[in-house]
C-alpha cells in the first residue's frame, strides 16, 4: 500500500525566506506533519511561517547551521515512514505529495524518489543524474520513472527506514554538494534513487534567500561553493585530487577577476570574490 499523508513529514529549511512562505501555505497548512527549521534569518521567516502554518512545528535556531545540518534536526524529530524535503523557492501542490507518495508505494525499498524540477519558463531542471565519478549524462530526457545516482535536494522524498542505514547529510557541509554526497553515499551501498517525470513541482530557483545584504549572500554562494566542491572532492575521490584541483580553480578564479573588474556586475564580482576566499581558506582534512 502506498504511504498516505499522514506517514509524511514535509521538512523546509528557510534562511531569510519569509517571501517564500505565502506560496507555500496553501499547501502545507493543510498537513499533519511539516516542520519548519529556521536559520537564525532576520526577516521574520521563523513569524511569519507560525502565522500562515499553525501546524506547523517551528524550529529556531539561534545561528545559521547551514543546509544539511538544519535538515538533519528535523529529520531527527521525525516520526513518519516517509519525510519530503522541500526548498522554500518550490510551489508544492497536493498533486505533487500524492504522486511522490503513490511512487513510494510503486517502490517501497528505493531511499529517495524525486520529482522532476520545472523552471518558471516551463523548462525541465537539470536535476538528476548518473555519479559524476562514473559518466557524464546529457540532460533531463526521462520518459517514464528510471534510477539515477544523484537528484538535487530541492526535492527529496526519502523512505526513513532506508535512510537512516545511509545516513543523514554530512555536516562537514554547510551549502552545496551535501545533496550530492547524500545520494553518492546511498549510490555506494546500492539503494535506489529512483526519479518519477510524471511528477513535477516548480521550482523558482535561487529564490530562496533574500534579506539585508544581497552582495554578503552573493559573496558567501561563492565561498560555501568553493569549499563544499573540494570537500567532496577529498571525500570521494582523494586529498591529492582536492588540492590539484584548487590549484586549478584558484588560478582560473584569479584570471577571471580582472575581466569581472573592467565591466563590474555587483553580484558577479561578490560572488567571485567569494569562491577566491572559499579557495583560498580550504584545508583538507
Known amino acids: 500500500m502506498s504511504p498516505t499523508l499522514a506517514d509524511l513529514t514535509v521538512i523546509v529549511v ?21 516542520t519548519i527549521v529556521d536559520n537564525a534569518s532576520n526577516d521574520g521567516s521563523a513569524d511569519t511561517a507560525a502565522a500562515a502554518m499553525p501546524n506547523a512545528l517551528v524550529l529556531r535556531n539561534e545561528r545559521n547551521l547551514g543546509f544539511g545540518a538544519a535538515n538533519n534536526r528535523a529529520l531527527r524529530l521525525a516520526t513518519t515512514s ?11 501542490t497536493a498533486e505533487l505529495l500524492q504522486g511522490l507518495l503513490a511512487a513510494a508505494g510503486d517502490y517501497p525499498d528505493a531511499a529517495i524518489i524525486a520529482p522532476h524540477l520545472i523552471r518558471r519558463g516551463g523548462e525541465v531542471e537539470l536535476s538528476y543524474r548518473w555519479p559524476g565519478k562514473l559518466w557524464r ?14 537528484v538535487c535536494g530541492a526535492a527529496m522524498l526519502f523512505n526513513m527506514a532506508v535512510m537512516r542505514e545511509v545516513g543523514f ?26 526519479v518519477v517525470p510524471h511528477v513535477s513541482v516548480t521550482h523558482l530557483s535561487r529564490s530562496s534567500v533574500r534579506g539585508n545584504s544581497p552582495l554578503r549572500a552573493e559573496f558567501y554562494r561563492g565561498y560555501h561553493h568553493a569549499q563544499s566542491k573540494l570537500i567532496f572532492t577529498g571525500k570521494h575521490v582523494g586529498a591529492r585530487q582536492a588540492l590539484q584541483l584548487r ?12 575581466p569581472r573588474l573592467l565591466v563590474p556586475v555587483p553580484r558577479y564580482v561578490a560572488r567571485l570574490l567569494g569562491r ?9 582534512s
Not at 528557510?14 to 511539516?34: K, M
Not at 555536516?171 to 551501498?189: G, I
Not at 590549484?247 to 580582472?258: D, G, N, P, V
Open 14 to 34: 528557510t534562511y531569510n525566506s519569509a517571501h517564500c512562505i505565502a506560496a507555500l501555505a496553501p499547501t502545507l497548512a493543510a498537513l499533519p506533519h511539516v
Open 82 to 92: 516517509h519525510a519530503l524535503l522541500l526548498n522554500p523557492d518550490c510551489l508544492p
Open 137 to 150: 549524462s546529457r540532460g533531463p530526457a526521462a520518459e517514464g520513472p528510471c534510477c539515477v545516482g544523484f
Open 169 to 194: 547529510f554530512d555536516e562537514d557541509f554547510f551549502l552545496y554538494y551535501e545533496d550530492e554526497d547524500l545520494c553518492q553515499r546511498a549510490f555506494d551501498r546500492q539503494k535506489a534513487i529512483v
Open 247 to 258: 590549484r586549478k580553480t584558484l588560478l582560473l578564479a584569479l584570471a577571471a577577476l580582472a
Open 276 to 284: 577566491i576566499q572559499g579557495l583560498r581558506d580550504f584545508q583538507p
